[in-house]
């Protein structure tokens, strides 16, 4: 008799926060393979849910920060399967401004980081800094 799988429930989307201050971007920091990893706050969309109250709920609890979402600033696509079986949905980057950018991350992350995009993407090519893998596409298509 074969094993049961159990059945896998993707989100409908992706939607994650851009805070950039003064040409930077704030970046939350967590361990991952051994590796500290750089992502930018999001949250996973389910059926009905509003993306844009999601992401500003979420937005608060993984920075700290009260900041206003404002208008999508990238749409692309995330893999929310396996490197082996993918599933692709929506990613929607949204623009956020704020008034007081100090950040007090989760406890889920280990801290966080303000980057220029640009050097971001230098530093990363030179192994230096490690991104989600769909953060590093995301910079390759919002750089170029």
Not at 95 to 101: D, I, L
Request: aromatic letters at 10%; glycine letters at 10%.
């Amino acid at each position: 008799m074969g094993r049961r799988k159990k059945p896998v429930t993707y989100p409908k989307a992706v939607a994650c926060g851009m805070l950039e201050d003064r040409g930077r971007v704030l970046f939350l920091e967590h361990e991952r393979g051994g590796k500290k990893r750089l992502a930018l706050p999001f949250v996973k969309i389910q059926g009905g849910d509003d993306p844009v109250s999601e992401i500003n709920r979420e937005f608060e609890e993984q920075t700290g920060i009260d900041g206003e979402i404002h208008e999508a600033i990238f749409e692309g696509k995330y893999n929310a399967g396996s490197r082996k079986y993918k599933k692709w949905v929506p990613l929607l980057v949204f623009k956020v401004t704020a008034k007081k950018m100090k950040c007090r991350p989760a406890e889920k992350f280990s801290g966080f980081r303000w980057i220029d995009l640009k050097k971001a993407r230098t530093l990363e090519k030179k192994k230096e800094l490690f991104f989600e893998r769909w953060i590093s596409a995301l910079l390759g298509k919002m750089i170029a």
